[in-house]
């Protein structure tokens, strides 16, 4: 079935009508495209993705952005995508296509006047509302939660990438795409990366950025097995690139928050950077400097929007609290429990476990690793001293 015929066929009158009534969702709308997205934004970018738009004859490609504006109103109206999603949808497919063919798309795929002004009002209530009440966060909150993201030795994709959005305030599209940015340590201050690149700007902009929690080193390392899965789809176009990895990673980061009870306006790739720049001020902006301006220098926002940018990031709260030494300790997540793994698999764990940092008996013993274990382990590699 072509692009054409399955948004003439969704966007009839009859059809419509039984979309208004039933809150159809995408996956019925589109099910002949087999799409298994959950939302109307990330379907329609699916499977205009996997088929070509930029092929279709002009006539038809007029036909195809005008059925698409067709839709999205009626599924805005009836509540099941929000205006400011819309917008991000119109935009995602002014990136798909192609120079000569955005002309196209002025007065169809844009908000109305009104839509503007609607839009403006709620993001500047929003942003006063979330101002007046910050959400707070103990630094001893944000070390657990990235501890615990090195301590389970991430094996999934997506873990791997929270971790490093989190650790430098990344987006993901920067974090996925060689072609976007590109890391390395900073040769003039070892605890920095510096990021060539930024995802809104076409100047190659370099910033030197703390890490937090883990080394640059860590965060080098962590990058290279993340790109050996990612480079796979350098040649495609950020759309295509963030919409094949965004649900997996927002999904997984509301997993891991909602075990730390970190509240949920922060549950996204946008909240890890919020929580990163607040963060990283608190223990790595020089003495005197606002937090307005190390907001605008480490995100690589556009000069002249120190105000706009203070706004969208300063609504979180970093609360500096005593760290129990105790509390600490973050149990790794193994496959087995210490007694049901083989003394081969014991010792790696011990290894593991030392690699982090890990050193006093006390903290071994919480770990499920007894004393006479861990003597038995030093007795093997002639280690008579503390670990």
């Known amino acids: 079935m072509s692009l054409i015929n399955l948004f003439t066929e969704v966007t009839t009158d009859s059809y419509l009508a039984k979309i208004k009534k039933n809150k159809l969702n995408p996956e019925i709308i589109f099910s002949k495209f087999q799409t298994q997205k959950i939302n ?7 499977i205009l993705n996997k088929n070509d738009i930029n ?46 063919r955005k002309i196209l798309l002025k007065g169809v795929l844009t908000l109305t006047t009104s839509e503007l002004a ?12 979330d101002n007046k009440n910050q959400t707070t966060l103990a630094n001893v909150t944000i070390k657990k939660m990235i501890s615990h993201l090195v301590a389970i030795e991430p094996k999934k994709l997506s873990h791997k990438i929270i971790l490093a959005q989190i650790s430098l305030g990344t987006r993901l599209i920067e974090i996925l795409n060689k072609n976007v940015s590109v890391f390395k340590i900073d040769p003039n201050n070892s605890t920095n990366i510096i ?28 990058m290279v097995e993340i790109r050996q899965i990612t480079d796979a789809d350098s040649t495609k176009n950020n759309v295509y690139i963030n919409n094949k990895y965004n649900a997996r990673v927002n999904d997984e980061i509301r997993r891991i928050f909602l075990k730390f009870k970190i509240p949920k306006k922060l549950q996204s790739s946008h909240g890890l950077r919020k929580i990163w720049v607040n963060y990283s001020y608190c223990y790595h902006a020089p003495q005197g400097m606002s937090l307005t301006s190390w907001i605008t220098d480490m995100l690589g926002h556009k000069d002249g929007i120190l105000s706009t940018a203070a706004n969208h990031y300063s609504t979180v709260h970093i609360k500096t609290v005593a760290e129990p ?11 087995k429990t210490v007694k049901q793994m ?7 764990y011990i290894e593991r476990l030392v690699a982090r940092g890990f050193s006093s008996y006390t903290e071994f013993q919480r770990l499920g690793i007894t004393t006479y274990m861990l003597s038995k382990y030093k007795r093997s590699k002639g280690i008579t001293g503390p670990l």
């Not at 030494?325 to 496959?335: A, L």
């Open 40 to 46: 109307y934004r990330a379907a329609i970018l699916d």
């Open 55 to 100: 092929k279709l004859p002009i006539d038809e490609f007029k036909i195809l952005i005008k059925l698409i504006k067709k839709l999205t109103d009626t599924v805005q109206h009836i509540g099941l995508l929000k205006l400011n999603t819309k917008n991000k949808l119109y935009c995602e497919i002014r990136k798909l296509v192609i120079q000569d």
């Open 118 to 129: 609607i839009r403006t009002k709620q993001q500047q209530n929003n942003l006063k509302r």
């Open 195 to 222: 990021q060539t690149g930024v995802a809104k700007s076409t100047d190659e902009r370099q910033i030197s950025k703390p890490t937090i929690v883990i080394s640059p080193m860590d965060f080098m390392n962590l």
């Open 325 to 335: 030494v105790v509390e600490t300790v973050v149990e790794p997540v193994v496959e």
């Open 342 to 348: 083989n003394l081969a698999e014991k010792y790696e």
